[in-house]
């Protein structure tokens, strides 16, 4: 024993509320000790009834006589009614108001104690009796009772004892465990003091079969690090208080930090998991660490926000009645079948029917089937998709690396808009359902600067008739090397007629007998990309701006990646400024315009001719110029009609290659001096040493 006196105190009660009879807190000090003195205060003194106070170890009063607050006095002293001051680390104690009075309020707790060592442990009761009368629904609990919040849970315990929750004597059983946690929780909602139902459940490692249902709780955290459930979980919830906090409740559970929950022993849920509310509330469902095995069906009305972090889920996660999931993913979170078993599928069981989930805020998760309404609207980022994408309806916010990921399986978008959240312009996503003409679907868009629509072209060939273009209404179709989005039997055309920046843009679709044609008819400036769209030897590009000299009245035209086999004057850019991104290009034809190539195969018959009064400003970049390939010195008519007309002025950054030396090549003078000309013929590399309208070269020695 040693012979240092400590104290300890807590209180009973709020200043605003008359102390009630039957209130009681339960103790459990985890020390041996003996009591010296035991002090209760009123902060309010009785005016008619005398206040009593007992004190019980092990459901058993220690006191001769209860502790009586006169009336008009403000505090007792148990000093001399204690009868058995001895307390050890296994014993609970209960403080319990008997009596009260109409005007006392706040009651105080003090006690002065010794505590020692046990080193043999004799003394300890060998069965104690525990105090199991534990906050029923009659009771008031008010503010500031101090209680235990945190229940242990061991399955691996055989000895006998009376199991209340504690770390010595914890419950076999989880149902024990929520049953009592379900009884507290009511006790304060009944209370009106329902923000203090906030609870713990330590689960040891194992296995644990038994089915449980947890009721209506603030708070409760389950922490489950290399624990099993196989039984099926019930949660059932109501709002309480209707406003501020009391809106919101909040169940967890944790298995393991880190990613790969599916590996080892790190939490996993086998039975099935159902969640129900009342009424419209917002509730909060969280896992982390945690491998979802079972099907997780939330239902009837109100929104459930479903946090997921570092989970691997492969059962099916669904909605009935009026309830509505938003989705939240952080960490690393996968969903898909586990080692053959189990789907992972966001849709119906069995049908995959739609669901009314959002993903809300998803973030680096691998997803496999979906079917949702997305009511809330989705935002998705570095995210995967392994199977079919359906969004019915909403907004999608997505980044470049979810939406490539989502347009590579069988995607169904009807009805839903998107934006790419980083492109410098938003992007709305409009999918061409074939059913109806791809003009309707045009017309019934307006694009603006701010408000970006992309039309996504299934695969397939389709024969699209006369079609009349937008600005901001772009097309977009699979592309890539199978190039199997095809516009058949038509025609393509936009014009611009208004006196501001209008913009369009085509991807990954190919022109079978389907002419394209862009025009700037106005003081407006149209700028057009046209990325991995090849165009046939019936598929001429046509382009004619106003006047030329400025973007303001010329037609600005991309091409990236694309291969033109028209070798015609049908193909002609007038007041055109055109710059091209590693193409293959046959028959350019200019009048009045300027082009700048970057990494282009000029290919074996090419004509590259600028007619008119202005332009004619040629720049080759990393270009392949030459006949090498077909190594045939006929081909050198190619390399003759070349910038064959006598109004270019032509750069060439790099060397081209040919068979004829070229002085003897006909309008070769609009090349720029310092050009490089390899001639194979004689193996000569020559430079253009007279100036332009000259066609002067010296061969290098």
Not at 31 to 43: A, K
Not at 133 to 144: K, V
Request: hydrophobic letters at 35%; charged letters at 15%.
């Amino acid at each position: 024993m040693t012979n240092e006196l400590q104290g300890y105190n807590f209180i009973l009660g709020e200043q605003s509320s008359v102390l009630t009879t039957g209130t009681k807190a339960v103790k459990h000090f985890p020390w041996n000790m003996n009591l010296q003195e035991v002090y209760v205060t009123l902060m309010t003194a009785p005016t008619v009834n005398a206040v009593t106070v007992d004190i019980l170890k092990n459901g058993v009063s220690i006191l001769t006589n209860k502790m009586t607050i006169a009336v008009g006095s403000y505090n007792s002293k148990g000093t001399e009614l204690i009868k058995d001051t001895t307390v050890y680390e296994s014993d609970q104690l209960a403080f319990v108001v008997l009596t009260t009075d109409v005007s006392a309020s706040i009651l105080e707790i003090n006690m002065k104690y010794e505590t020692f060592v046990d080193p043999v442990g004799s003394n300890h009761p060998v069965t104690p009796t525990v105090y199991s009368d534990i906050y029923t629904s009659s009771e008031s609990i008010p503010e500031g009772v101090s209680y235990t919040n945190k229940a242990y849970v061991d399955n691996k315990r055989t000895d006998t004892y009376v199991a209340d929750g504690s770390i010595t004597r914890p419950y076999k059983t989880i149902l024990a465990a929520v049953n009592a946690i379900n009884t507290l929780s009511l006790a304060h909602q009944t209370a009106n003091t329902f923000t203090q139902a906030n609870y713990i459940i330590e689960v040891a490692p194992g296995t644990y079969s038994d089915d449980f249902t947890i009721n209506n709780v603030k708070n409760l955290r389950f922490n489950m690090h290399g624990v099993y459930i196989t039984g099926n979980i019930t949660y059932t919830t109501t709002m309480v208080g209707g406003s501020a906090d009391n809106y919101y409740s909040r169940l967890e559970f944790v298995g393991c930090e880190g990613n790969r929950a599916e590996k080892g022993t790190s939490g996993r849920l086998l039975g099935a998991f159902t969640a129900t509310r009342n009424n419209d509330s917002l509730c909060y469902v969280s896992f982390k660490g945690i491998h979802v095995a079972g099907n997780m069906l939330y239902k009837t009305n109100g929104t459930w926000i479903l946090s997921m972090k570092d989970v691997f889920f492969s059962a099916y996660l669904y909605t009935e009645d009026l309830a509505l999931v938003l989705l939240e993913t952080t960490g690393h979170t996968e969903f898909g079948a586990y080692s053959g078993t189990g789907t992972g599928h966001i849709s119906v069981p069995s049908t995959d029917a739609v669901v009314a989930v959002s993903l809300y805020n998803v973030d680096n998760t691998e997803f496999d089937l979906i079917n949702i309404s997305n009511a809330a609207g989705s935002r998705i980022t570095n995210c995967r998709f392994k199977s079919n994408v359906t969004i019915t309806g909403g907004t999608i916010s997505l980044d470049k690396i979810s939406q490539k990921q989502i347009l590579a399986q069988t995607e169904t978008l009807t009805g839903s808009t998107s934006t790419l959240i980083d492109d410098p312009l938003p992007i709305r996503t409009v999918v061409w359902d074939t059913s109806v003409t791809l003009q309707s679907v045009i017309d019934g868009l307006t694009g603006t600067a701010d408000n970006v629509y992309t039309i996504l072209i299934p695969s397939g060939k389709h024969t699209i008739g006369t079609i009349t273009l937008k600005p901001y209404v772009n097309l977009k179709g699979t592309g890539g090397r199978q190039r199997t989005t095809i516009f058949y039997n038509g025609s393509l055309s936009i014009v611009n007629t208004v006196n501001a920046i209008q913009r369009f843009r085509m991807d990954g679709i190919r022109m079978e007998t389907c002419p394209v044609t862009f025009t700037n008819s106005t003081v407006g400036t149209l700028l057009v990309t046209m990325d991995d769209c090849p165009c046939n030897s019936a598929s001429p590009i046509v382009t004619t701006g106003n006047a030329y000299g400025a973007a303001t009245t010329m037609v600005n035209l991309e091409l990236r990646n694309m291969n033109i086999d028209c070798n015609t004057s049908s193909q002609m850019f007038t007041y055109t400024r055109l710059s091209a991104w590693g193409c293959t290009l046959l028959g350019l034809y200019f009048t009045s315009s300027d082009a700048y190539f970057f990494g282009c195969d000029i290919g074996s018959q090419a004509n590259v001719v600028n007619a008119g009064a202005d332009g004619g400003w040629f720049e080759f970049n990393g270009c392949k110029i030459d006949t090498m390939a077909l190594n045939d010195p006929s081909s050198e008519s190619t390399l003759a009609t070349l910038c064959g007309g006598s109004n270019e002025n032509v750069q060439v950054f790099g060397t081209f290659h040919g068979y004829t030396a070229p002085g003897s090549l006909t309008n070769w003078g609009r090349f720029q001096p310092g050009t490089l000309y390899f001639c194979h013929a004689d193996s000569k590399l020559y430079v253009k040493t007279g100036v332009v309208g000259t066609n002067t070269w010296t061969a290098q020695t």
